[in-house]
C-alpha cells in the first residue's frame, strides 16, 4: 500500500471520534404520591435511576416493585418538575459505596453524603451496599461479655459480643439517652449509630447531648429524619448495617445503634402499601416481618474469629403496647429485650429499665454462674417487692411472714440505687458482681 494512503489512514483514526453509546430510556407515565410508574425499559427490582425533571435538573429514584410492563419507583430525594413523559436513565451495574476510617466522626445521610457541613474524602475501599448474613454454621459463637457502661445492663443484663438485643419502650422514657450513655462509655472500638425516622431536632440534640464529643469521635452516624422519603429511611438503616459489618471485618468490635427499628417498618409498611401488597397485622404488611429479619440477621458476629458487631434496636411500644406486632416480631428474633416503662422515669428512676421484664439470652454463656446466680437472686427481690409496693405505704404488708419478702422491703433502696445511674457517671463491666454483692448484703 502507498505510504501517502497508509499516512492518510493513520491520521483519520487519530482523528475519529467513536459515536455515542446507546442509552435506553424509559418514560415517566404516571405519579402517585410518592409512586412513580415508568414504562418503556426493562428495570430489575432495587436498581437506581434518574428520572429527568423540569429545568434540567434529575431525580434519583429506585425500583420497588413492577406489574407486567410497568415499573415501580420511588425516589430517595424530594420530588419537584416531574412531568408526563420524562425520560428514565437505568443506573447500570451494583451499587457500591467507599468504608473507611474516613466516616469515623462524620454525620452523614443514606447516600453517604455530609451533613455536618464539612466535605467527605474519596478515600476508603469500595464495597457493596448490600450483603447477605453469614452461614449460621460458620458464625463465632458469643463467648465474650462486652461492657457498655451502664450498671443495671452489665450486671443484670450483661451484653455479648455479637448480641443483638432491642430496647422496647414508649415515647419520652430515656431510650435516646440510653443510647447516648452506651456510645460514650462502651468498651467497642467503633460505633455506628443510625437515627431512622425520627424528629429532624432530636438528630442534633443527640450528637451534641446525648453524644457528645468524645463519643463521636470513634462513631459514624447515618441520619434520615421522618420527613424524608421511606425508601431513604430504608436505605439509611441499610447503610449504618454496611458500615458496621465493613469494620466488623477488619478485626474490630462494633457497637451498632439503630433507633428505631419500629420506624425502618413503619417506611416499609409505607411502600408496600403504595404498590399494593395488601395488609396483615394492624395494617403491616407481610413483608415488612420478612425484612426485619433479614435487617436483624446482619448484625451479630461473622465468620472470623477476630471482630464482632453488637447491636441495640430501640422499638418503639405505641401507647406502651408491649403487644404491638413490631414489637412482638423483634421481641422473637432478637437475642434479648431490656424493657423501659414510664412508671419508673415518672418517678425519677434513670435509666428506667424493668430488670423483671428485660432479659440477655446469652448472659448465661459470657459470665461465671457465681455472677450469675446472684443476678437472679437480685432480680427475685426485686420482683417481690413489686409485689407489696402499693401495700407498704398503706400499711397492708406486714413484716415477719415471709423472709424472702422482708428481705427484698429491706434491700430495695440499695436495689435501686445500684439500677440508676447519672448521665455521665461510668460503672465499669470489672466492678459489677461487687456492685451485685453490695446490694445484696454479702461478703465478696
Known amino acids: 500500500m ?22 435506553h430510556y424509559g418514560r415517566l407515565v404516571r405519579v402517585t404520591g410518592l409512586t412513580l410508574e415508568v414504562v418503556g425499559c426493562q428495570l ?10 423540569a429545568g434540567g435538573a434529575t431525580l434519583l ?15 430517595l430525594q424530594p420530588m419537584s418538575g416531574l412531568y408526563a413523559g420524562a425520560r428514565v436513565l437505568p443506573i447500570p451495574g451494583e451499587e457500591t459505596i467507599r468504608v473507611g476510617d474516613h466516616l469515623l466522626g462524620r454525620v452523614l445521610d443514606g447516600l453517604l453524603q455530609p451533613l455536618d457541613g464539612r466535605p467527605l474524602a474519596e ?21 465474650e461479655p462486652l461492657d457498655v457502661g451502664v450498671r443495671a445492663i452489665n450486671g443484670l443484663l450483661t451484653v455479648g459480643k455479637g448480641q443483638r438485643l432491642g430496647l422496647f419502650a414508649g415515647s419520652g422514657v430515656g431510650k435516646s439517652m440510653l443510647l447516648g450513655m452506651m456510645t460514650r462509655n462502651t468498651t467497642a472500638q ?51 448495617h454496611r458500615i458496621a459489618e465493613y469494620f466488623r471485618e477488619q478485626g474490630q468490635d462494633v457497637l451498632l445503634l439503630m433507633d428505631s427499628l419500629t420506624r425502618y417498618a413503619q417506611a416499609q409498611r409505607e411502600i408496600a402499601l403504595a404498590i399494593g401488597e395488601p ?35 430501640t422499638v418503639l411500644a405505641e401507647g406502651d403496647d408491649q403487644q404491638d406486632p413490631v414489637v412482638d416480631a423483634a421481641r422473637a428474633i432478637l437475642d434479648g429485650h431490656i424493657v423501659l416503662t414510664r412508671r419508673l422515669a415518672e418517678e425519677g428512676h434513670y435509666p428506667a429499665i424493668d430488670i423483671g421484664a428485660s432479659v440477655s439470652r446469652v448472659m448465661p454463656q459470657v459470665v ?15 420482683g417481690r417487692y413489686q409485689q407489696v409496693r402499693e401495700l407498704l405505704p398503706l400499711g397492708g404488708y406486714q413484716a415477719g411472714a415471709d423472709p424472702q419478702m422482708d428481705e427484698a422491703v429491706q434491700r430495695y433502696p440499695a436495689i435501686a440505687a445500684l439500677l440508676q445511674q447519672g448521665i455521665h457517671e461510668v460503672t465499669p463491666l470489672a466492678d459489677a458482681p461487687a456492685g451485685l454483692r453490695q446490694a445484696l448484703g454479702r461478703q465478696g
Open 2 to 23: 502507498d505510504s501517502r494512503l497508509q499516512q492518510a489512514l493513520s491520521s483519520a483514526l487519530d482523528d475519529f471520534e467513536p459515536a455515542p453509546g446507546f442509552r
Open 44 to 53: 430489575v427490582m432495587g436498581q437506581r435511576c434518574r428520572v429527568d425533571c
Open 61 to 75: 429514584a429506585e425500583v420497588v416493585g413492577f406489574n407486567r410492563d410497568v415499573s415501580y419507583l420511588m425516589p
Open 123 to 143: 478515600a476508603g475501599e469500595r464495597v457493596s451496599l448490600m450483603s447477605s448474613p453469614p452461614n449460621p454454621l460458620l458464625r463465632t459463637p458469643v463467648r
Open 190 to 240: 467503633i460505633v455506628v449509630v443510625g437515627l431512622i425516622g425520627e424528629r429532624g431536632r432530636e438528630v442534633r440534640e443527640f450528637i451534641e447531648h446525648s453524644l457528645g464529643s468524645e463519643g463521636l469521635a470513634r462513631a459514624v452516624v447515618i441520619a434520615a429524619p421522618a420527613d424524608q422519603s421511606p425508601l431513604m429511611r430504608l436505605r439509611a438503616a441499610q447503610l449504618c
Open 279 to 313: 395488609p396483615a397485622t394492624r395494617g403491616y404488611p407481610p413483608s415488612v416481618f420478612s425484612m426485619l429479619t433479614q435487617l436483624v440477621e446482619r448484625a451479630g458476629n461473622g465468620m472470623a474469629p477476630n471482630g464482632s458487631l453488637s447491636a441495640f434496636y
Open 368 to 382: 461465671p454462674a457465681e455472677w450469675q446466680s446472684l443476678a437472679v437472686t437480685l432480680r427475685q427481690l426485686w
